[in-house]
């Protein structure tokens, strides 16, 4: 992420109201902020990051109106004096100011005289104003700047100020700075921020109501921890390391939320990335350039460069599962990775996103039933080098996106359909058990597997599911089937043979076992310690005697995240290898206690 606004990126833009707005910094623009005005995007781009500014009024020979950066200093004295006014309140110490029971206020005036202040008898009325709408409309639109001014008129207009306490005539000023003065920060857009716009100023049922504390308990659990600076790990390890799978219902917030923790969010750095190719290639040879390219027409339009065939990541990848024909990624766009696009710039922004290579697409069909699926059965036509050649440009360059496109999805059905993930994260509306019961077999043992839903009770459901009572059950049910056929079973010739049989039968008992959903919805033995929680924050007002929730606050669903961990059943059957002896116990009358075996060896411990 870089520290200055670039143009054709999101960020993200916080008014003087606390309201936040993401928008897109398109060149020779305007952006509009509502009643605070509106100002060109040239002001802002190559700029740092988390500097206020302030809209100025337009003059007549202005095409648009000019912004004023507002120094630290300003920002600080004006909250120094909201604190001030506040402090000995907030604190509850006692003093000339100090409240006595969280409510009155205790105020010495100058001539010695003791007064209580309190809001009881406080009256909010617009006959208190002596301005109206009408004649602040008109200082509004009079070019008195920043609107300052206006603030000090509507004080000084108000005629009962003064009985108002020093928090409440500083919530007072506060509001009417909110309202008049025409500020805005800029803020890069990271998860967080955008997760928060989307629930407060949009549809939070468009990301399933997911929260910031969500989003953290999510990572966390996930375990998801590899970097983009891990690419050689596979070829050290001998396989492919840090692949998780997703089922994601909220738009590509939680692709994007664990892509940022693997380093796969921002895209490339592309200035650095042209400086570094130009020192790697300086000292290359001229003839090595293109040595393998073809000299024939015919060969030209069968080969394909090297740096045109799309190659998929194996290692530091994360592995999406949908039910449509595409997922749906739209919250992607914001990051500079939008693979609908359909303009030619947005398409080579979304090709060059480290996402283009690290991200991997695949429906449920494609994993459960991928025969029924066409483009995974049936390749384009093999066409020759001749045939290749004798085609228009437009067709030829169609014929090689079909292929690398049929390519790309055996390739990636087939990375998912072997396994090994080292983690699964579920947030869909849809039944949790079902996805659980054909992903959580993918996973390697030690993998995390959570799942997120505005609403407890479908986790509930995963929890009984997996819980040691029914884990307990199933247990038990195989120790009954496997001794029943032990018992009326034909005798076995080896012990060789015996050990296949003892297999084949464990592995027909659990199938059998699994096929009863009533009793046995989820396999109990393959996830370890389910456990359920929450985490929403909630802002509380924090004063003597006023302590409560924020009333203001967005409400919705509270949220839960279940998590366990995966693990590997034994199979075929256990035996317990060495000798066994049992001690008994016996009093020498002097405290201590000595052991000794049935065959005469003894041992003792000193208890005393």
Same mark, same amino acid.
């Given at each position: 992420?870089?520290?200055?606004?670039?143009?054709?990126?999101h960020?993200?833009?916080?008014?003087?109201?606390?309201?936040?707005?993401?928008?897109?910094?398109?060149?020779?623009?305007?952006?509009?902020?509502?009643?605070?005005?509106?100002?060109n995007?040239?002001?802002i781009?190559?700029?740092?990051?988390?500097?206020?500014?302030?809209?100025?009024d337009?003059?007549?020979?202005?095409?648009?109106?000019?912004?004023?950066?507002?120094?630290?200093?300003?920002?600080?004295?004006?909250?120094?004096?909201?604190?001030?006014?506040?402090?000995?309140?907030?604190?509850?110490?006692?003093?000339a100011?100090?409240?006595?029971?969280?409510?009155?206020?205790?105020?010495?005036?100058?001539?010695?005289?003791?007064?209580?202040?309190?809001?009881?008898?406080?009256?909010?009325?617009?006959?208190?104003?002596?301005?109206?709408?009408?004649?602040?409309?008109?200082?509004k !639109?009079?070019?008195?700047?920043?609107?300052?001014?206006?603030?000090?008129?509507?004080?000084q207009?108000?005629?009962?100020?003064?009985?108002?306490?020093?928090?409440?005539?500083?919530?007072?000023?506060?509001?009417?700075r909110?309202?008049?003065?025409?500020?805005?920060?800029?803020?890069?857009?990271?998860?967080t921020?955008?997760?928060?716009?989307?629930?407060?100023?949009? $549809?939070?049922?468009?990301?399933?109501?997911?929260?910031?504390?969500?989003?953290?308990?999510?990572?966390?659990?996930?375990n998801?921890?590899?970097?983009?600076?891990?690419?050689g790990? $596979?070829?050290?390890?001998?396989?492919?390391?840090?692949?998780?799978?997703?089922?994601?219902?909220?738009?590509?917030?939680?692709?994007?939320?664990?892509?940022e923790?693997?380093?796969?969010?921002?895209?490339? $750095?592309?200035?650095?990335?042209?400086?570094e190719?130009?020192?790697?290639?300086?000292?290359?040879?001229?003839?090595?350039?293109?040595a393998a390219?073809?000299?024939?027409?015919?060969a030209?339009?069968?080969?394909?460069?090297?740096?045109?065939?799309?190659?998929?990541?194996t290692?530091?990848?994360?592995?999406?599962?949908?039910?449509?024909?595409?997922?749906?990624?739209?919250?992607?766009?914001?990051?500079?990775?939008?693979?609908s696009?359909?303009?030619?710039?947005?398409?080579?922004?979304?090709?060059?996103?480290?996402?283009?290579?690290?991200?991997?697409?695949?429906?449920?069909?494609?994993?459960?039933?991928?025969?029924?699926?066409?483009?995974?059965?049936?390749?384009?036509?093999?066409?020759?080098?001749?045939d290749?050649?004798?085609?228009?440009?437009?067709k030829?360059s169609?014929?090689?996106?079909?292929r690398?496109?049929?390519?790309?999805t055996?390739?990636?059905?087939?990375?998912?359909?072997?396994?090994?993930?080292?983690?699964?994260?579920?947030?869909?509306s849809?039944e949790?058990?079902?996805?659980?019961?054909?992903?959580?077999?993918?996973?390697?043992?030690?993998a995390?597997?959570?799942?997120?839903?505005?609403?407890?009770?479908?986790?509930?459901?995963?929890?009984?599911?997996?819980?040691?009572?029914?884990?307990?059950?199933?247990?038990?049910?195989?120790?009954?089937?496997?001794?029943?056929?032990?018992?009326?079973g034909?005798?076995?010739?080896?012990? !060789?043979?015996?050990?296949?049989?003892?297999?084949?039968?464990?592995?027909?008992?659990?199938?059998?076992?699994?096929?009863?959903?009533?009793?046995?919805?989820?396999?109990?033995?393959?996830?370890?310690?389910?456990?359920?929680?929450?985490?929403?924050?909630?802002?509380?007002?924090?004063?003597?005697?006023?302590?409560?929730?924020?009333?203001?606050?967005?409400?919705?669903?509270e949220?839960?995240?279940?998590?366990?961990?995966?693990?590997?059943?034994?199979?075929?059957?256990?035996?317990?290898?060495?000798?066994?002896?049992?001690?008994?116990?016996?009093?020498?009358?002097?405290?201590?206690?000595?052991?000794?075996?049935d065959?005469?060896?003894?041992?003792?411990?000193?208890?005393?």
């Open positions: 992420m870089t520290s200055i606004v670039q143009p054709d990126t960020i993200v833009i916080r008014l003087q109201s606390g309201i936040h707005k993401v928008q897109k910094i398109v060149p020779d623009t305007t952006i509009s902020l509502g009643k605070y005005g509106s100002f995007t040239n002001l781009i190559g700029r740092p990051f988390y500097l206020t500014y302030e809209i100025l337009k003059l007549e020979s202005q095409s648009f109106a000019d912004i004023r950066m507002v120094p630290a200093s300003e920002i600080h004295q004006e909250a120094i004096l909201d604190n001030e006014s506040t402090a000995a309140e907030s604190r509850d110490e006692p003093g100011n100090a409240s006595t029971n969280g409510e009155d206020e205790i105020v010495v005036e100058e001539n010695g005289e003791v007064k209580i202040k309190n809001n009881q008898l406080t009256i909010d009325s617009p006959s208190r104003q002596s301005l109206s709408a009408k004649e602040i409309e008109e200082l !639109q009079s070019g008195l700047g920043s609107g300052k001014e206006i603030i000090a008129k509507i004080m207009s108000h005629s009962h100020l003064d009985e108002k306490t020093a928090f409440s005539l500083s919530k007072y000023i506060l509001r009417k909110k309202k008049y003065l025409k500020r805005f920060t800029i803020l890069p857009l990271d998860v921020a955008l997760a928060t716009w989307v629930v407060n100023e949009k $549809d939070a049922s468009r990301t399933m109501e997911l929260r910031e504390e969500h989003l953290g308990l999510i990572n966390c659990w996930s998801v921890h590899c970097s983009s600076t891990f690419g790990l $596979d070829d050290i390890l001998g396989e492919p390391v840090g692949r998780w799978l997703i089922v994601d219902d909220t738009g590509g917030l939680i692709v994007a939320s664990l892509a923790k693997m380093g796969l969010l921002q895209p490339y $750095d592309e200035e650095a990335e042209a400086e190719e130009a020192e790697d290639t300086k000292e290359l040879p001229e003839s090595n350039t293109d390219a073809p000299q024939t027409p015919a030209r339009a069968a080969y394909i460069r090297p740096d045109e065939i799309h190659q998929t990541s290692s530091n990848t994360l592995t999406l599962l949908h039910p449509a024909t595409q997922p749906n990624l739209s919250l992607l766009a914001n990051f500079g990775y939008d693979p696009a359909s303009s030619p710039t947005t398409l080579a922004q979304a090709h060059a996103h480290p996402l283009h290579t690290h991200l991997h697409t695949l429906s449920f069909l494609q994993l459960l039933h991928p025969e029924l699926d066409t483009a995974y059965t049936t390749p384009p036509p093999p066409l020759t080098a001749d290749l050649a004798s085609m228009k440009t437009s030829r169609t014929y090689h996106r079909k690398r496109r049929y390519e790309r055996r390739r990636v059905v087939d990375q998912a359909r072997a396994g090994g993930f080292d983690g699964l994260v579920i947030a869909t849809t949790p058990i079902g996805i659980l019961d054909r992903t959580v077999p993918l996973l390697k043992g030690g995390q597997v959570v799942v997120y839903s505005p609403y407890v009770e479908p986790l509930v459901e995963i929890v009984d599911a997996y819980s040691s009572a029914r884990k307990g059950a199933f247990m038990s049910a195989i120790v009954t089937a496997s001794t029943t056929i032990r018992t009326t034909a005798p076995l010739m080896t012990t !060789q043979t015996e050990d296949m049989d003892m297999e084949k039968s464990m592995s027909d008992i659990t199938t059998a076992l699994l096929a009863n959903k009533d009793d046995f919805p989820l396999d109990p033995r393959l996830l370890l310690a389910p456990t359920l929680q929450t985490a929403r924050a909630r802002e509380w007002q924090v004063l003597p005697g006023r302590t409560h929730p924020v009333m203001t606050s967005k409400g919705g669903a949220g839960y995240v279940f998590t366990g961990t995966k693990v590997v059943p034994v199979e075929g059957r256990v035996e317990a290898r060495g000798r066994f002896t049992k001690k008994r116990k016996v009093d020498n009358g002097v405290g201590v206690v000595v052991g000794e075996d065959e005469g060896d003894g041992g003792g411990v000193r208890l005393g």
